[in-house]
């Protein structure tokens, strides 16, 4: 029972955090509906670079969701999650590069989504890691 619940808990967070990456990436389009305040600094192809990698972002979850769905292989998720809490050096690192300050916002984005995929594809590999030697126990 308590399982179940810590479960259904972890997957409400994570396709929640799911809905948070994809409209927080495509909103970065927007400068009114942004989740992230762009620096002043960022102009021309600066700005459209950082924009385009969220848009790229955001269909790139949308495909490894459907892979995920219809594979039924959650556990992708994991190194998902991964790549997501590395992107907070990759953007640090971008705005060094460009001598530019980058939103802090994107860290905290980048670790509450990175860690949500993380938890979700771990608790996925247990439960079928469970499963499997349920039934191997049972033939």
């Given at each position: 029972?308590?399982f179940?619940?810590?479960?259904?808990?972890?997957?409400?967070?994570?396709?929640?955090s799911?809905?948070?990456?994809?409209?927080?990436?495509?909103l970065?389009?927007?400068?009114?509906?942004?989740l992230?305040?762009?620096?002043e600094?960022?102009?021309?192809?600066?700005?459209?670079?950082?924009?385009?990698?969220m848009?790229?972002?955001?269909?790139t979850?949308a495909?490894?969701?459907?892979y995920c769905?219809?594979?039924?292989n959650?556990?992708?998720?994991?190194?998902?999650?991964?790549?997501?809490?590395?992107?907070i050096?990759?953007?640090r690192?971008?705005?060094?590069?460009?001598?530019i300050s980058?939103?802090?916002n994107?860290?905290?984005?980048?670790l509450?989504?990175?860690?949500?995929?993380?938890?979700?594809?771990?608790?996925?590999?247990?439960e079928?890691?469970?499963?499997?030697?349920?039934?191997?126990n049972?033939?």
């Amino acid at each position: 029972m308590l399982f179940k619940s810590i479960k259904l808990l972890l997957e409400a967070n994570f396709y929640i955090s799911v809905i948070v990456l994809i409209a927080g990436c495509l909103l970065s389009v927007s400068d009114s509906y942004s989740l992230f305040e762009f620096n002043e600094d960022l102009y021309g192809a600066l700005d459209n670079n950082l924009r385009i990698i969220m848009i790229y972002l955001a269909m790139t979850e949308a495909m490894i969701l459907m892979y995920c769905f219809f594979r039924h292989n959650f556990q992708v998720m994991i190194p998902v999650g991964f790549f997501l809490v590395m992107m907070i050096g990759s953007m640090r690192f971008y705005g060094e590069i460009n001598a530019i300050s980058i939103d802090e916002n994107f860290s905290l984005f980048f670790l509450y989504t990175g860690i949500s995929h993380i938890i979700y594809g771990v608790m996925v590999r247990i439960e079928k890691g469970s499963t499997h030697k349920h039934t191997e126990n049972n033939q």
